[in-house]
């Protein structure tokens, strides 16, 4: 019998899983998940929240 890996290791999740045929939304979707992330560490930085 072959060694098998825990289950859990074979997820797939296509909201995680870069998809096969748009890489224009994917990019641009990670571009504004990044300004956002930006935008909020210089209000928190410049405020002193």
Do not use: Q
């Amino acid at each position: 019998m072959a060694f098998r890996e825990a289950l859990m290791s074979e997820w797939r999740d296509e909201m995680v899983d870069r998809p096969p045929d748009d890489e224009g939304a994917y990019a641009a979707g990670w571009t504004v998940s990044g300004l956002a992330v930006l935008g909020t560490i210089v209000v928190v930085w410049i405020f002193g929240i």
